[in-house]
């Protein structure tokens, strides 16, 4: 985790031009595979207009701010658990986020991961922090990936930093696991400041609430515990 994004990822995705190549079916809302080009260069991005979200009752439309929102938190903190993402108003259908592609097997995901390959468990609890601090409402199996190159990513979201605590994950294993020292140290500063780029995205109730679930992290010291068993989503993967 914490590997720099190189300049031609985050060129491809804010210059390059914008072909839809198809779209990624079983999606709540409108989700597009989407070719990114510059000159002879070219590659996949993931395309979630605003004009293809579904009406919610929780969250106001611009779900693709909150995507935008996540990859800079994990930026922030250096984690790299977010694909590059970022903001396109002249794509074919409008206003909405461009994320780089993962590559990877997709038979994998996380409760493949968690059983098969122990030795990757610290990063799994380190993603669960994140959705803790981002307050993921939608942390589905399928939601975190291993790239062709072994990194682990986290995906899809859109509903995330809402200012109710909102938390529904299928990543419980590491439920009242204490958080490694060091990544107490990391979130820390989020206790008093969350970073301008990030509470741009957010309005101020979010924001606040955003430092606030930090500072439990911080004063509890563990992540947290379920005791109903129904903060999950559905489907599962």
């Known amino acids: 985790m914490g590997l720099p994004v190189s300049g031609r990822e985050l060129t491809l995705l804010t210059e390059g031009a914008v072909e839809l190549l198809g779209r990624i079916p079983r ?15 070219s590659a996949w991005a993931v395309y979630k207009p605003e004009a ?6 929780d969250f106001e439309p611009g779900l693709y701010r909150r995507e ?11 984690w790299g658990i977010v694909p590059p993402t970022v903001i396109r108003e002249d794509s074919p259908l ?3 986020s461009l994320q780089w592609f993962v590559e990877g097997d997709f ?8 059983a098969d390959s122990p030795q990757i468990h610290h990063i799994l609890l380190q993603i669960a922090l994140f959705d803790c ?13 291993r790239g062709h190159d072994g990194r682990l990513w986290g995906i899809d979201h859109g509903l995330c930093f809402s200012a109710d605590f909102k938390l529904r994950t299928v990543i419980w294993d590491f439920a009242g696991a204490p958080i490694p020292a060091a ?13 301008p780029e990030v509470a741009e995205l957010l309005d101020h109730a979010e924001a606040t609430a955003l430092r606030r679930r930090v500072q439990r992290l911080l ?12 903060r999950y989503p559905w489907p599962l993967v």
Not at 52 to 57: D, H, K, S, T, Y
Not at 188 to 195: H, Q, S, W
């Open 27 to 41: 999606g709540s809302n409108a989700t597009f595979l989407a070719q990114v080009s510059c000159g002879h260069d």
């Open 52 to 57: 293809g979200e579904r009406p919610l009752v």
């Open 68 to 78: 935008r929102a996540a990859y800079l938190l994990s930026e922030h903190l250096q």
């Open 94 to 96: 409008g206003i909405g």
């Open 107 to 114: 038979r994998e995901h996380y409760f493949t991961l968690y």
């Open 133 to 145: 601090v981002a307050n993921n409402t939608d942390r589905k199996s399928g939601h975190v990936l």
């Open 183 to 195: 990544l107490l140290k990391d979130i820390a500063p989020l206790a008093e400041d969350v970073p």
């Open 219 to 230: 004063r509890e010291g563990v992540l947290p515990v379920d005791p109903t068993g129904m």
